[in-house]
């Protein structure tokens, strides 16, 4: 049973990986509102690299954030969380390559390999975080603006690349949490003390016929 709930969890991982790249990729961070419009001609949508402009023929014209100085803060920390999040995915994929049970590496142990397990899951767990405080981050403004009566510029709503960073953070944090089920091997393995084939096995006292006192009265 925990075989297979490791190799979900990895598979969890490393689709959640994947799908956390196609976010940051993603055009469609945050889409141009039609609400209180009655007539509307073209369709606006950013991401954290550029912002784009849709006309109603469907031609795109794309404008990449020159400066990054320049930026709003939460745009900034977005773009690192989300980074960051890819760069701890890829080196938890590794980690977790090296400990699964079923790979043989050399002449690591069993307790060794679920800490490595451990620790892989641990960094999915981490880079799930960094996805889901960027894409909440990034929506709590959206919301903040779409509310705001006194701004006056484009208002825009949530967009598909927020939704998929949020499914891609949750699979993370899940499988992550499935990796680190292995650490009940580590447990198991270093709960056993003694000789190999003698773990977990009290020794019982058995008395010698020199040491039971009635066998000293009748040998005497």
């Known amino acids: ?30 889409v141009s509102s039609y609400h209180g419009s009655v ?9 954290l690299w550029h912002s784009c402009a849709e006309d109603s023929t469907g031609i795109a014209n794309c404008r990449d954030f020159e400066s990054l100085l320049a930026l709003p803060g939460y745009i900034q920390a977005c ?20 400990g699964l049970k079923c790979i043989k ?3 690591t142990t069993e307790q060794g390999k679920a800490r490595i397990a451990v620790t892989g899951g641990i ?14 981050w990034y929506a709590s403004r959206i919301v ?6 006194m701004f006056g510029g484009t208002r825009f709503e949530p967009g598909a690349g927020l939704y998929i960073g949020w499914a891609g953070g949750i699979l993370a944090m899940l499988g992550g949490s499935m ?16 000789y190999p084939g003698h ?6 006292y058995k008395p010698t016929p020199m040491s039971d006192p009635a066998s000293v009265r009748n040998y005497v």
């Open 39 to 47: 007539i509307v001609s073209n369709r606006q949508y950013e991401n």
């Open 199 to 204: 773990a977990g096995k009290s020794q019982v």
């Open 123 to 136: 960094l999915f767990i981490l880079a799930g975080l960094c996805v889901m405080t960027a894409c909440s």
């Open 79 to 98: 773009r690192a969380l989300m980074v960051i999040a890819l760069l701890l995915g890829l080196v938890s994929t590794i980690m977790s390559i090296m």
């Open 1 to 30: 049973m925990s075989t297979a709930l490791e190799a979900v969890g990895f598979f969890l991982c490393v689709a959640s990986w994947l799908i956390i790249g196609t976010s940051l990729a993603n055009d469609y961070w945050r």
């Open 105 to 107: 590496l050399g002449s």
């Open 144 to 149: 903040e603006e779409f509310n705001n009566p």
């Open 179 to 194: 990796m680190c089920c292995a650490c009940k091997r580590a447990s198991a393995g270093g709960a056993g003390g003694g």
